[in-house]
């Protein structure tokens, strides 16, 4: 991302702040979280196949992508978040017949 791409985004981000309600910034906060980490499942879930199958991509661009991702994650929440995400993730690709469902709630314990 450029310098200037990231000021449009703290550009929005400071109009979102200033003129949202709580309840809309709430809502704002949960679908890019929860987007986030819908897209870091994903992401785990296709290395995770993949992984089992021969590749010509050796993996390195899905490990740059799962790290942004999970840094971003841990940022805009905590670490102890992104493991539960990860775990889960993980968890639902063991479990026979689960492979591939995509699962886009975002809630809190």
Do not use: C
């Amino acid at each position: 991302m450029t310098q200037a791409e990231l000021e449009l985004v703290a550009r929005e981000m400071r109009y979102i702040g200033l003129h949202y309600s709580w309840n809309e910034l709430f809502a704002f906060a949960e679908d890019v979280v929860g987007s986030l980490a819908n897209a870091y499942q994903i992401l785990l879930r296709s290395m995770a196949r993949s992984s089992t199958v021969s590749s010509t991509d050796p993996g390195d661009t899905q490990e740059l992508v799962r790290d942004k991702l999970a840094k971003a994650l841990t940022l805009l929440t905590s670490e102890a978040w992104l493991a539960k995400w990860e775990s889960e993730t993980l968890t639902e690709n063991n479990r026979p017949g689960t492979q591939g469902v995509e699962d886009s709630r975002f809630e809190e314990n």
